[in-house]
């Protein structure tokens, strides 16, 4: 349970990493 909720934090934090990265670089092109 404890590696999969890790996992699935490292997602959340991955994806909104992309979300916070894609954004600007769509607005800056």
Do not use: S, Y
């Not at 959340?12 to 769509?26: A, E, S």
């Amino acid at each position: 349970m404890a590696d999969t909720e890790k996992d699935l934090n490292n997602l959340l934090k991955i994806l909104h990493g992309r979300k916070t990265l894609t954004v600007p670089q769509k607005f800056i092109l």
